[in-house]
């Protein structure tokens, strides 16, 4: 599976990041560079519930897969105006928007690929990538991946879970990880635009976390020929 980013800003500086991903377990298939900066040292600004393998060792999975872009992005600031396409193989996408806005839909992507254990629970969202998402469209998108998740549970004999108390611890360490992903990035960084790009997702994770059972409810009469 490949995904293109396409920026295009009014000062005539334009970027384009091409990602590749395993199929079927979309796995990232990015080179990881040579000598990865010291920011990307797992010791630095560590999660306090970090899980990584060995095979990552010494350094994050998470800051080395994300480590060119926030390389390039070093000196733009957040507000910056952007034209933003994204190609997939199905379709194309398009946005005017902001800079940390273009750079959180691609992070959103990548992270759950990344190889960090605890964001690997959203790689049936990378797979189905939605760029430039509400509110609204995450809770729906990642209510229904968790509610697929705990059929395929049930089909294995297993405890399925339809109270959503596994997808709120799941954000809830999303937000331990973001937090640690912001001061790593703080530290490379000139300019906030990769910060405040990571700030937007935790924004999202932490919505989730506290409404999902209203904002659910609040789609219930969508589903009025099912009940």
Request: aromatic share 12%.
């Amino acid at each position: 599976m490949e995904i293109s980013y396409l920026f295009n800003f009014d000062t005539g500086r334009s970027d384009r990041f091409d990602f590749a991903f395993q199929p079927e377990t979309l796995e990232f298939l990015g080179d990881v560079p040579a000598k990865p900066p010291e920011w990307t040292l797992l010791e630095n600004h560590k999660c306090p519930h970090c899980n990584v393998g060995d095979e990552w060792k010494p350094y994050c999975p998470l800051a080395i897969r994300i480590y060119g872009i926030v390389d390039r992005f070093n000196t733009m600031v957040s507000h910056e105006p952007v034209k933003v396409e994204v190609i997939t193989a199905e379709r194309r996408y398009y946005s005017e928007t902001t800079a940390q806005r273009g750079l959180s839909s691609m992070l959103g992507l990548i992270i759950p690929a990344s190889g960090c254990p605890h964001t690997a629970f959203f790689r049936p969202m990378s797979r189905f990538h939605l760029p430039f998402s509400t509110e609204e469209e995450t809770i729906y998108r990642s209510t229904s991946m968790y509610l697929l998740a705990q059929y395929f549970i049930g089909r294995e004999n297993r405890t399925a879970d339809f109270d959503f108390k596994g997808l709120k611890t799941i954000y809830q360490n999303m937000e331990q990880v973001n937090l640690s992903l912001a001061r790593r990035i703080r530290d490379a960084s000139k300019a906030d635009s990769s910060v405040n790009a990571v700030i937007l997702l935790d924004l999202f994770a932490k919505t989730v976390t506290c409404v999902i059972e209203d904002s659910v409810e609040e789609l219930r009469q969508l589903f009025t020929s099912y009940l």
